[in-house]
């Protein structure tokens, strides 16, 4: 029997030498070993649930009592982590740990914290229910097991048993010792599949209710994302602050300066420099005045004012590089999307353009935002594709590799339940695929155009 070394499962071969070699693969013995080791396990996993159970019931009527009764809960996830180590070394079945628990502060909210964490909790009925099922998976493993390797060796050590254990003497010729090998051999191949069934429902429980559930995925990701949107908005009000403070603000000082020394000249009756000191203080005020026009259009594209696809129009005449922005007439046919989807989609396809042309060297991008509507509601989808040079990553939010850009455009779509896609091959094209739910603005809650907010 030929092995990969990869799998350490029996290679490849005709179907009828897969069935025979089941009983002898690998996975079928691990399985096997899976059963004894949860067997095991079962009864002290059933006494910790019944003593938790009961103490909590008991120490209900204390405060210090239901601490510990909390630590009781929160030891349930430790015999989770036991039992889906042991999944995944024997069943090969990958399932996640549940979120932390989160930290309260305050005496009662650290109490209701402790003993409300349903990832404890649901650890505990894992182990209630794991034993009976392992116990009715061990037994009809064995027997099948132990019934179809004695049946095989029957004709072997019959002659030792009592005349009262042994089968009737009637089978003990060539043929009947044969047909009793051969219901052996098939009871030998009938086992994997006979096991498989109570392992199933071991794997079933195993994910059900020892892995996150989707309601707390979803809330890990949601806090993720807020924690991505509140740094990258931090990092925004610095660079601005920055640029407020290094550019704007030394043009004002220089302005005031220039002022100060025209009055200067003026009282003095020197009023020779006074033009130029003024052309130069005009010329600084005007820049000054470009440079918050830039700052408040990075802040609130006055564009947005107009509509999405008037924002995205001006967005695709000012980009570095040729951009076609198509905006189906569905986006906003039934009414404005709502203030906040639209500074999201505005200012993400800007970072996806100013990345083409700074990094990917694309030479022109397309930009598609198209609205669409199930039983959900609308959906709204947009596409930004270059034909730069591609391979770009989103880096993981698991400490692997630095914050980029990319990073903080996913969690500010997913702050708001949207999703966010990347393709980018070595090459290109780099295409992003980002759909957020299209909320409408309230009635009357905007500004017309030309009106001040």
């Not at 909390?70 to 090969?92: I, M, N, Q, S």
């Not at 003026?266 to 009023?271: F, R």
């Not at 609205?371 to 596409?383: E, K, N, Q, R, Y």
Request: net charge neutral.
């Amino acid at each position: 029997m030929t092995f990969d070394a990869r799998s350490r499962r029996p290679g490849r071969g005709p179907a009828w030498t897969q069935v025979l070699r089941t009983p002898l693969s690998y996975d079928t013995w691990r399985a096997y070993g899976y059963l004894w080791f949860v067997l095991l396990l079962g009864p002290f996993a059933l006494a910790y649930v019944l003593f938790t159970v009961v103490f909590t019931g008991v120490a209900a009527v204390t405060v210090v009592g239901l601490f510990i009764a909390g630590g009781l809960v929160a030891g349930g996830r430790w015999w989770g982590a036991t039992y889906r180590r042991l999944g995944e070394d024997l069943l090969d079945t990958q399932v996640a740990a549940p979120p932390p628990r989160p930290r309260r502060s305050g005496f009662w909210p650290r109490l209701g914290a402790a003993l409300g964490d349903m990832a404890g909790w649901r650890a505990l009925l894992f182990m209630l229910a794991v034993l009976p099922v392992s116990l009715v998976g061990f037994v009809l493993s064995t027997g099948c097991l132990v019934l179809g390797a004695g049946a095989v060796t029957y004709w072997a050590w019959f002659w030792s048993l009592p005349p009262d254990l042994a089968m009737d003497s009637s089978w003990h010729n060539p043929a009947g010792l044969a047909l009793v090998a051969v219901c052996g051999l098939a009871l030998l191949v009938l086992w994997p599949v006979i096991q498989s069934a109570p392992v199933a429902v071991l794997r079933l429980l195993t994910s059900a209710l020892l892995g996150p559930t989707a309601a707390s995925l979803r809330v890990a990701e949601l806090e993720r994302s807020r924690a991505g949107t509140v740094e990258d908005a931090d990092a925004r009000l610095r660079r601005i602050e920055r640029d407020l403070h290094d550019g704007t603000q030394a043009r004002l000082v220089a302005v005031g300066m220039q002022l100060g020394e025209a009055r200067e000249q003026l009282a003095s009756g020197a009023t020779d420099a006074v033009g130029e000191l003024l052309e130069v203080a005009h010329a600084s005020t005007k820049d000054a005045l470009a440079e918050l026009r830039e700052l408040a259009r990075g802040i609130h594209p006055p564009a947005l004012d107009s509509g999405l696809a008037v924002a995205l129009e001006t967005l695709a005449a000012r980009a570095p590089l040729p951009v076609t922005a198509d905006v189906a007439p569905d986006v906003e046919a039934r009414g404005r999307l709502a203030p906040a989807v639209e500074s999201i989609v505005y200012f993400s396809i800007a970072e996806l353009v100013t990345n083409a042309a700074k990094h990917a060297r694309a030479e022109s991008v397309h930009v598609r935002v198209a609205t669409v509507t199930d039983s959900g509601g609308d959906t709204l989808h947009i596409s930004v594709r270059d034909d730069g040079a591609g391979g770009a990553t989103v880096v993981p939010p698991d400490g692997s590799g630095l914050r980029s850009g990319l990073r903080g455009l996913a969690d500010r779509v997913g702050s708001v339940d949207g999703t966010f896609e990347l393709s980018s091959p070595l090459g290109g094209p780099t295409v992003v695929t980002m759909t957020l739910p299209a909320v409408r603005a309230a009635a009357g809650s905007r500004p017309r155009t030309g009106e001040r907010a």
